[in-house]
């Protein structure tokens, strides 16, 4: 497979400000790649120093096989960007707005702006500055999209688009791909990239702690159960069942289970039970597990 971008050892400290350490990363054309991480972790940052917004201090980025630094602009010739909001270019309308960004590239399709805006739903005749944030997001993603671009990178573009939206989105990146365009997305929330990334990549304080199928991940990272005791029960006799990460909030045990949660249920409930909930771990759960396992 093609290697659309790659980067090796990409280190950016900010003084003594931790950015990011020794970052390797490798996605493949036609991949929809998740960059996941919690607030500070250093997505941006990332993402930054490949589009050459700001220099590594160590390591290297490649771009279609092309240097980030040295060849910056044939990289921008052949990408779209979209940043977490879109606040410049307040006075111009919608409209304006992807003419513009299509003039600078040289290309505007009419028609696939007219269906892009349908899809996401949005009238292109208001000022930018008149949108809401939503708003201003989905005229974002059809600049992103609109001008057929190889690949398209995303910084928290998707956060707060509302379900219906998200659903849409999802959609167009599907198409998109099979097209043979290439998406890189970042995030801070695993549900909004599980939907429609084949693969992410876990950043955390600066270095990569997992890099894997969104499958795996999914599989590995299992569930967490909360469970509330009508009697009292000991909570050495918890442990000994082998549960992860066992802690006690408000009268409830809550512990991560991976792996088959049919026996963990059977031993809780030989105990009388006044409440149980099991949901799916959440980003942050998954992260303890990282750390717990030592990665
Ligand atoms: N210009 C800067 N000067 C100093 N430190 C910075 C600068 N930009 C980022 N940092 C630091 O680098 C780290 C990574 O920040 P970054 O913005 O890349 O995180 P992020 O994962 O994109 O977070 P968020 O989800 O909050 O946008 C943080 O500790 C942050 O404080």
Redesign the pocket.
Known sequence: METIIETKNLTKS?GK???IINVNLKVGRGEIFGFL??????????IRTLLDFIRPTSGSATIFGMDCQQDTVAIKNRLSYIPGDVSLYGNMTGKRFLEYFGSIRGRYDEDKVRDLSARFDIGLDRKMKEYSKGMRQKVALIQAFMNDPDLIIMD?ATSGLDPLVQQTFNDVVKEEVRDGKTIFM?S?ILSEVEKVCERVAI?RE?SIVAEENVEDLRRKSGKVIEVKFADRVEEESLKALGIGNLSRHNGYYRMTVTGNIQETLQELTARKVADINIHPMTLEDIFMQYYAGGK
């Open positions: 900010y400000n931790r950015g991480g919690p607030n500070g972790a250093g997505k941006s940052t990332t928290e970042s801070h950043i600066g």
